[in-house]
């Protein structure tokens, strides 16, 4: 029972991190070019600063709910499958990039809006871009191996 649980609270918090991602990348972003810079810049403000939020959440609850059953479960890595050592590896790989993410590009893109300089902002975005594309691959790569390994492929 308390597996089931932990399962579930680690695929709804896999889905949120993953499909936030995706939403931002591929439908939000290129919306965003109907928008003025100024007016795409604040959207980009709100929209970030509540999904990497939400990711402060979900990201700790997705590798300690994977601890959990990866140690209950399996016990251990020895008795994981192949899938279990890439989930987790890209687990930590995708939890790096978002530390990174915040405390740097994150950053520096509300320290630009602050002082109103708009061009340093765009180049924080740009880079917040490049590194939520970089985690979405790793995620959906990391979604493809679990749903592989799953059933023993």
């Known amino acids: 029972m308390l597996g089931n649980l932990f399962y579930a609270l680690h ?21 965003l070019a109907v928008l003025e810079p100024p007016q795409r810049l604040a959207l980009h403000e709100a929209v970030l600063g509540r999904f990497f939020r939400l990711v402060w959440h979900a990201m700790p609850a997705v590798l300690l709910t994977g601890w959990a059953l990866l140690f209950g479960w399996y016990g251990g890595f020895r ?3 192949w899938h279990i050592h890439l989930m987790h590896g890209g687990a930590l790989v995708m939890a790096a990039v978002f530390v990174a993410l ?8 509300r320290a630009a809006l602050a002082a ?3 061009p340093a902002a765009a180049t924080a975005a740009n880079r917040i871009r490049q590194l939520v ?4 691959g790793v995620g959906l790569l990391t979604v493809a191996v679990a749903a592989w390994g799953r059933f023993g492929g």
Request: avoid cysteine; charged fraction near 10%.
């Open 11 to 31: 695929v709804l918090g896999a889905v949120l991190w993953v499909g936030g991602m995706g939403f931002a990348i591929l439908a939000l972003r290129p919306a």
């Open 79 to 81: 008795g994981a499958g």
């Open 102 to 109: 915040v405390t740097g590009p994150w950053r520096e893109f």
């Open 116 to 118: 109103s300089n708009r």
């Open 133 to 136: 594309t970089l985690n979405l």
